[in-house]
């Protein structure tokens, strides 16, 4: 349907290069605007890994059912694209986004962009509520460290990149003991849910801030503690409520309990101990923003307890991944005097996160890059 005017596989020590230079680029980018307030290096601190994304062609693991998907609805009866939405098997904007794309006659490159758009630019704004300071940093372990898994989840973590985003905002106005605007927080998570269904089930987060506000010290810690053990209990019962009453349909029931868990659940027990260590610090610190986002991260570990379940649900705990990854830039940044070794040690660490985890272990199917024009 859409002719490839030009097509090319790169080897993979030509895709690391490809991969490095374009993030270390977008970095920089984000450096340059932030320290001189160019609103234009801003842009195109965003824009560069959004090309990357959006000319991929079978780079990460779901993109061909992308591609395809997208060619099927354009081809497709209008009332059979009205029912993917009414019924729940897809979500609105995956629907609504091919939908135009194919009746402006462009390929399914533009769907990318949509879903890579979203990702990057909320990650941008994010990392400008987590430091003013050092926004350009964080933004570089987030775009080292949480995009690449992108180009697999690319629904997921456009919506979660929206929810952090929210969040951040409320932590923000809430230390400034500002009025937080309800309407467009209420716009934005609506958003996400139409970006990914499983977003529905990370809003019980959004009530921390008013958790924060009125219950204090080990109460809300032991008040959390149960919440995991609850997660890890019910949670079968729960979902399957949460079908009843209509929100997800039942073949977003089967598939998020298809895939099993496992015991051995990683990112559980990451959540866990980085959780340990912020509750530990909970009651010492007279600092707002490490008591948000300490018992953030304990919430974070309930989440990650769904993946004893569903390995599909467990990917819930990348929400959390995205603040564990400012975090990690963040504690670096105090743990140096000198900018010069914060920032040869926050490379060091995202970019051989990156290779390890991406390139040498080949999670999300990212090597080697293709891309078609």
């Known amino acids: 349907m859409y002719g490839k005017i030009l097509f090319m596989q790169l080897n993979d020590f030509a895709s690391i290069v490809l991969y490095l ?62 029912w993917r939405v009414s019924s729940g098997s897809l979500e609105p904007f995956v629907v609504y986004a091919s939908v135009i794309g194919n009746a402006l006659h ?14 990057t630019g909320f990650f941008y704004l994010t990392t400008k509520l987590f430091s003013k300071k050092r926004a350009w940093l964080l933004y570089g372990m987030l775009i080292l460290i949480v995009f690449p898994e992108s180009l697999n989840m690319m629904r997921q973590l456009a919506a979660n990149s929206i929810q952090v ?4 905002h409320i932590f923000s106005e809430h230390r400034k003991n500002k009025r937080v605007r309800i309407t467009p927080i209420i716009a934005l998570l609506a958003l996400s849910v139409c970006l990914h269904y499983s977003s529905l089930l990370l ?28 997660c890890i209990l019910a949670f079968p019962a729960l979902l399957k409520f949460v079908i009843d009453l209509g ?26 101990i980085l ?9 010492r610190t007279q600092k707002l923003f490490y008591k948000q986002y300490s018992l953030l991260m304990l919430l974070g570990t309930a989440y990650a307890a769904v993946g004893f379940y ?18 990690i830039g963040k504690f670096i940044c105090q743990l140096f005097e000198k900018e010069n070794h914060r920032v040869a040690v926050c490379s060091a660490v995202a970019i051989g996160y990156f290779v390890l985890y991406f390139c040498v272990l080949g999670f999300n199917a990212i090597m080697p890059y293709d891309f078609a024009l």
């Not at 801030?209 to 149960?226: A, D, N, S, V």
């Not at 309990?257 to 990112?267: A, D, H, I, Q, T």
Request: aromatic share 16%; hydrophobic share 55%.
């Open 310 to 327: 569903s390995g599909y649900l467990g990917r819930l705990a990348m929400f959390f991944w995205i603040i564990i990854a400012m975090f």
């Open 203 to 230: 809003l019980p987060v959004f009530a921390l801030p008013f958790i924060i506000k009125h219950i204090r010290g080990h109460t809300l810690t032991l008040l959390l503690c149960i919440f995991i053990g609850a």
């Open 247 to 272: 929100i997800l349909s039942n073949r977003h029931y089967e598939t998020f309990m298809e895939m099993p868990g496992s015991l051995v659940n990683v990112k559980f027990f990451a959540a866990a």
């Open 165 to 168: 985003f929210v969040l951040a």
């Open 106 to 119: 462009l390929p399914p490159s533009f769907l990318f962009i949509c879903f890579a758009t979203i990702t």
């Open 275 to 283: 959780s340990g260590v912020l509750i530990a610090n909970y009651c």
């Open 21 to 82: 230079s374009a993030f270390l680029a977008a970095i920089v980018f984000a450096y340059i605007g932030q320290k001189k307030n160019l609103k234009f290096m801003c842009a195109l601190a965003i824009i560069v890994p959004v090309l990357l994304a959006g000319f991929r062609y079978t780079a990460g693991t779901d993109s061909m059912t992308y591609r395809t998907l997208y060619e099927e609805i354009g081809t497709e009866k209008p009332e059979i694209t009205e």
